[in-house]
């Protein structure tokens, strides 16, 4: 473990720096984006130091920077023509450029890719540690990886301390989200991911410019990125994190029917707020709040809320790196409050909610997702979740196609309740964030309300994305009948069923709605229950 130490800005510091990051050493610069964790880029062993120390995966190639122009081509089998009209607009800045890389990169920096990132940072510090030590630095964001990038040295400090050789503090990052990453790496310049420089500016100097499809999207299971990057969980706190779009109105209605929640919203918005909040910068100003998004998602688990809910911000300028970063924090949990009203239905086994379900599609044309279904889905072959259960839970719960073997998992993880609960933290955002998907494939295609049928609408979280929610409830007896039934089994076997979900009066107390389905009540007429507070819900809109 090394010792680190702690530097103020100053020439003699600086030099010190140099001189560390010379000898192979790992020190934290403060650039214009976020600090960077930065080795020597001609030294391959002093790279494999900064994965080590992040905790990164190796396929994820690091960024060089640079301190003037005259160091670019030796990094790089060409530079064209266009990266000298981008290099005289945007450097020193927040641009990241990505061209086909010399033999003078070692594979541990450019991640086995035969291309290599190369930026000039503007902060003072980073331009005169560079100079410091001689040579270009190799620097991904100075985060353990996963966690928000440090805008910070504090945020450094409390990642790395122990693991690097030193910190050089430069107070808070200007721009506050890591750079544009733009590769001329083929026909059309294209945004790999979206940053301090906007992609308005691009255009403004290239004319047409791309924006890669995982910018703002999921990666579909087994695509490969085009940055490697794009394909890991990042900047992620432990809360839940879920962005809902729509105004301020309708979000201040959403989270006013919500428990155990925080919002992360713009600035004079939190004390029209009955929850815990965090402010993130003017409402329409993507730079205010790109300086301060990761700050706040650091600060999000201090609020002790299960769930943080984020405004979402416009994707002009900086907004698109606000939007990109937060899509991520949240797992691509989105809730929108201009789409199809979302009713969360759920109930003890046996009480009849796939009836209700199916009465409300019948009369009123709801949709009707079924969670339990979807929950299959998450661990389809290919899936990104496999490798992390297998991780956790051993890789022979997958067999030799990639496929998971259901009962061995199962075996395993319910072994103990805390087995149990990491599988359920594991795989109950991914449910979810796949429910908010096909809500809005479902809204998309003119849904007016969509019913999410989940037996564990609460203990899945997926309440969450919920407007408000119905349990359809019936007396123990009945319901143990009703399965016995349904399920051609025992008393025994259906009791043991009962036994394992939330009780009756549990379902009861946190659902909005109750629908009674047994005699003498009348199914039609309480189902009916549920449309009258979609209908309230929605009319006085
Ligand atoms: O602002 C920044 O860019 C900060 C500061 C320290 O300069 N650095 C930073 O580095 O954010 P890092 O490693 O956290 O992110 C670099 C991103 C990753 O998503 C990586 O996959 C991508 O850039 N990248 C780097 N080289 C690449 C290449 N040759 N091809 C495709 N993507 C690349
Ligand atoms: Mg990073």
Known sequence: MPETILWNFTPENTEKAGAVLRQGGLVAIPTETVYGLAANAFDGEAASRIYAAKGRPSDNPLIVHIASLDQLPALVTEVPEAAYRLAERFWPGPLSIILPRSDKIPDQVSGGLDTVAIRMPAHPAAAAVIRAAGVPLAAPSANLSGSPSPTTAQHVARDLWGRIDGILDGGACEVGVESTVLTLVGDVPRVLRPGGVSVEQLREVLGNVEVDQAVLHRLEPDRTAASPGMKYKHYSPRTRVI??????????????????????CFDCEGEQLDIPFIEVGREHDGAAQAHLLFDALRRVDELGVSTVYARCPDTQGVGLAVVNRLLRAAAFTVVDLDGAAVIGLTGPTGAGKSTVAELLQKKHAFAWIDADQTARGVT?????????????????????????????LAERAFSSPEKTALLNRLTHPAVTAKISDEIARLSAAGSKAVVVDAAALFESGIDKLCSFTAVVSASEPVRLKRVMARDGIDEESAGLRMKAQLSAAEYEKRADVIVRNEPPFDLAAETEEIYKRYKELTENE
């Open 380 to 408: 389809e072959t290919g899936s990104p979740l496999l490798p992390v259960l297998a991780g956790q839970f051993g890789e022979d719960i997958l067999d030799e196609s990639g496929a998971l073997l259901r009962s061995r």
């Open 243 to 264: 962005i809902v779009k729509g105004g301020f109105a309708a979000f201040q209605k959403f989270v006013g029917n919500k428990k155990d929640c925080a919002a992360l």
